[in-house]
């Protein structure tokens, strides 16, 4: 699960090289509905969500963590497994309690920061969009939308599952070229709250016994 998680999460989901929008295809439904989701959550000042992410192999989840992850004007703070991560809009903050060690690194243009909701912005150049149908998802009949991608990134498909109704992403499933599974389940959603005004800052002097790494 932490080799998942170091992976996918703390690395950032990593998408690859861009596709080319000729070569692409995306039905009008399912750009409706992403385009929907995407102003929804962009017109907000600030967003929470708590979910449970799920890893595993041959499409069957075998582990899972809940987690929590908040995110306002491009920023982020995920707390998961014992680590945090931050993101305070120039550099990534990895924070892993058990190993007392901090990592701190620029992201690469090529990567997209970890996000309940990356494949909002993600899929418009990377990927075929197809609507599929509905499915029903912890009690909400969802609009279910496969992402395929234009170019070999190491995914095989990627199933992004929306509460048009509230705007709303529910699920995404990630599924690997090498079998493995990564699900992420939102549980709880929030907008507008009140944070904290260090939410997204990096405080070293509160890391003084770990082992802090610049990349």
Same mark, same amino acid.
């Given at each position: ?9 703390? /690395? ?7 596709? @080319? ?20 959550? %962009?017109? #907000? ?7 449970? @992410? &799920?890893?595993?192999?041959? /499409? ?6 809940? &987690?929590?992850?908040? +995110? ?11 680590? !945090?991560?931050? @993101? ?8 892993? !309690?058990?190993?007392?060690? *901090?990592?701190?690194? #620029?992201?690469?243009? &090529?990567? +997209?920061? $970890? ?13 075929? *969009?197809?609507?599929? /149908?509905?499915?029903?998802? %912890?009690? *909400?009949?969802?609009? $279910? ?15 992004? @599952? ?10 995404? !499933?990630?599924? &690997? ?12 959603? #929030? ?10 800052? $990096? ?8 082992? *802090? +790494?610049?990349?």
């Amino acid at each position: 699960m932490k080799n998942i998680i170091s992976k996918i999460v703390l /690395g950032s989901f990593v998408i690859g090289a861009i596709g @080319f929008a000729s070569a692409q295809k995306i039905d009008a439904k399912s750009k409706q509905i992403l385009d929907a989701v995407t102003n929804n959550y %962009n017109s #907000k000042q600030n967003s929470y969500f708590k979910f449970t @992410f &799920g890893s595993g192999t041959n /499409g069957q989840v075998t582990k899972t963590e809940p &987690g929590i992850y908040y +995110t306002a004007g491009g920023k982020y703070k995920l707390k998961i497994m014992g680590t !945090e991560q931050i @993101f305070d809009g120039s550099k990534i903050y990895n924070i892993n !309690e058990e190993d007392m060690e *901090v990592t701190i690194a #620029k992201p690469n243009s &090529g990567d +997209t920061m $970890f996000s309940p909701i990356n494949y909002l912005t993600s899929y418009r150049k990377d990927y075929n *969009v197809s609507y599929v /149908g509905r499915r029903n998802v %912890n009690g *909400v009949n969802a609009d $279910f939308i496969k992402l395929t991608p234009v170019k070999n990134n190491g995914l095989k498909h990627v199933y992004l @599952f929306v509460d048009s109704a509230k705007k709303q992403m529910v699920k995404l !499933e990630q599924h &690997g070229t090498n079998k493995d599974v990564a699900v992420i389940a939102i549980k709880e959603y #929030k907008e507008n709250q009140t944070l904290s005004s260090d939410m997204f800052t $990096f405080n070293k002097a509160k890391f003084q016994n770990y082992v *802090v +790494t610049e990349l």
